[in-house]
T-cell receptor
């Protein structure tokens, strides 16, 4: 069965510092995709970054990068130069099947990040 | 701009009522999903659909059913609402590398 684990219920980071949010996953599929979403207090789910299981390079999107370690089954999100607006809940998610065919998209329990001035 | 629209932002229903939550997407996506979100539990998948009239159970389908008669519309049905179904319900559509787009959610309270 597929599973996403986020072991950090909450984290603090100082403004302008970098922070790493942990995510490990479990799947028997060879082809899968990994996602990170941000959910601010307004409740909307904002797509941040995607990593395919066959991608050799770590994905980056602006200040977000995904530290993908396939052998360890981890997909940590790194936020560089934290800003106050980064305070939110962050969810790691996985979809099996490259290209996102008819497969489930499952989520972890989330990490609440608080950026301190 | 792509959109996933959920018909109600807040809903209050009585125990035993039949409840319909509607979700419409304008992106011609084949995959659509229904989740419930509860504190400390993250998003749990209730049902998903990969084509019209096709559906698959997620991790917590008990007490729920779904309907997808048209590609753009995916409905979640609570056959007989119970207080333990009080939650935030999120609909999403999309596929693969392009990510998944979420609706703004429906906060359902069953009294």
């Amino acid at each position: 069965a597929q599973k996403i684990t986020q072991t950090q219920p909450g984290m603090f980071v100082q403004e302008k510092e970098a922070v790493t949010l942990d995510c490990t996953y479990d799947t028997s599929d060879q082809s899968y995709g990994l996602f990170w979403y941000k959910q601010p207090s307004s409740g909307e789910m904002i797509f941040l970054i995607y990593q395919g299981s066959y991608d050799e390079q770590n994905a980056t999107e602006g200040r977000y990068s995904l530290n993908f370690q396939k052998a360890r089954k981890s997909a940590n999100l790194v936020i560089s130069a934290s800003q106050l607006g980064d305070s939110a809940m962050y969810f790691c998610a996985m979809s099996a099947g490259y290209g996102g065919a008819t497969n489930k998209l499952i989520f972890g329990t989330g990490t609440l990040l608080a950026v301190q001035p | 701009d792509v959109k996933v629209t959920q018909s109600s932002r807040y809903l209050v229903k009585r125990t035993g009522e039949k409840v319909f939550l509607e979700c419409v997407q304008d992106m011609d996506h084949e995959n659509m999903f229904w989740y419930r979100q509860d504190p400390g539990l993250g998003l749990r998948l209730i049902y998903f659909s990969y084509d019209v009239k096709m559906k698959e159970k997620g991790d917590i389908p008990e007490g729920y059913s779904v309907s997808r008669e048209k590609k753009e519309r995916f409905s979640l049905i609570l056959e007989s609402a119970s207080t333990n179904q009080t939650s935030m319900y999120l609909c999403a559509s999309g596929q693969g590398v392009f990510g998944y787009t979420f609706g703004s959610g429906t906060r359902l309270t069953v009294v």
